[in-house]
């Protein structure tokens, strides 16, 4: 059974940061694509950031470039997004997921979705 966990939400203020971490089990990682979304209240949800299975290619929403940095650990099975200088507009629940092959911002060719985590961010 193929299980996503997402941890690392919590309140800030604008301007700080946050590190999010999404631990996989159930599945062969390296061989994943792994992506971050969001979806903020009454908003779809949206792509923020992608990195292919070997972590050499990544790809970012325009709204995270210069802000947010994607990673991932493959011995640890983890994904992380760091995110700094956050901004009111980040505030949103982030989720992660899971797709073999290569990378894509489209949600719906992900496999395999975390439960989210909470970011909220203050002005």
């Known amino acids: 059974q193929v299980q996503l966990v997402e941890t690392g939400g919590g309140s800030v203020q604008a301007g700080g940061s946050l590190r999010l971490s999404c631990a996989a089990s159930?599945?062969?990682?390296?061989?994943?694509?792994m992506g971050w979304f969001r979806q903020a209240p009454e908003k779809e949800r949206e792509f923020v950031a992608t990195?292919?299975?070997?972590?050499?290619?990544?790809n970012y929403a325009d709204s995270a470039k210069g802000r947010f940095t994607i990673s991932r650990d493959n011995a640890k099975n983890t994904v992380y997004l760091q995110m700094n200088s956050l901004k009111p507009e980040d505030t949103a629940v982030y989720y992660c997921?899971?797709?073999?092959?290569?990378?894509?911002?489209?949600?719906?060719?992900?496999?395999?979705w975390g439960q989210g985590t909470q970011v909220t961010v203050s002005s």
């Open positions: 159930g599945l062969t990682f390296s061989y994943y694509a």
């Open positions: 990195i292919t299975w070997y972590g050499a290619s990544t």
């Open positions: 997921a899971a797709k073999i092959g290569a990378g894509t911002s489209l949600r719906e060719e992900y496999e395999y």
